[in-house]
């Protein structure tokens, strides 16, 4: 199976920082990566598909980038409702494997 | 609305069988990949089972290989998973998800678009 390794495992931020996660597949994956969010007691959300293809809805703040092994999901912003765990999911093979999750904390 | 409502979790013994089913409405069911996804209370999502439009393919993590089947009536709008053989392991919360499988340049990609709330399961003597 593709193991998906992401860093950090956590980070702290303020307000307004401009954050970005990254997450290494084992082997290459074209760019076929998912992100998502999840926040406590609440299922993931969609934010970006095909490594760079934001969701209907998400806002712009969030961009997607990568291929091959190294991915990066950056927000460009950080806003107050952005404090979540996010996860990276390769669709590239079977079985389906999720990143570890980042959890992004105030800081 | 566009929703997904699981059900079936509860409490069953090493060794049992548990059957989950995902209720969904809103949303063109029978044109969908659905997807099960679980998560340890305070770790990580873990990818289970993917279903295609009318059930002709199937795939699953290894480690619920052999003991899950993932199921779907496409008439009563609704996903299943039936879990044999279960371990302390397979206790975690059950998410069912629709995968919009957005094309483009000849691949598709998964994009689990719509998820439920999630059904506990928990494996315990």
């Known amino acids: 199976a593709v193991q998906m390794t992401q860093s950090p495992s956590s980070l702290s931020a303020s307000v307004g920082d401009r954050v970005t996660i990254t997450c290494r597949a084992s082997?290459?994956?074209?760019?076929?990566l998912g992100w998502y969010q999840q926040k406590p007691g609440k299922a993931p959300k969609l934010l970006i598909y095909?490594?760079?293809s934001l969701q209907s809805g998400v806002p712009s703040r969030f961009s997607g980038s990568g291929s091959g092994t190294d991915f990066t999901l950056t927000i460009s912003s950080l806003q107050p409702d952005d404090f979540a765990t996010y996860y990276c999911l390769q669709d590239y093979n079977y079985p389906r494997t999720f990143g570890q999750g980042t959890k992004v904390e105030i800081e | 609305e566009v929703q997904l409502v699981e059900s079936g979790g509860g409490l069953v013994q090493p060794g049992g069988s548990l059957r989950l089913s995902c209720a969904a409405s809103g949303f063109a069911f029978s044109r969908s990949w659905m997807t099960w996804v679980r998560q340890v209370p305070g770790k990580g999502l873990e990818w289970v089972a993917n279903i295609n439009q009318d059930g002709s393919k199937i795939h699953y993590v290894d480690s619920v290989n052999g003991r899950f089947t993932i199921s779907r009536d496409n008439a009563k709008n609704s996903l299943y998973l039936q879990m044999n053989s279960l371990r302390a392991e397979d206790t975690a919360l059950y998410y069912c998800?629709?995968?919009?499988?957005?094309?483009?340049?000849?691949?598709?990609?998964?994009?689990?678009?719509?998820w439920g709330q999630g059904t506990m399961v928990t494996v315990s003597s």
């Open positions: 095909a490594a760079s």
């Open positions: 082997q290459g994956i074209r760019n076929e």
């Open positions: 998800a629709r995968d919009d499988s957005p094309g483009e340049g000849g691949v598709w990609y998964d994009a689990f678009d719509i």
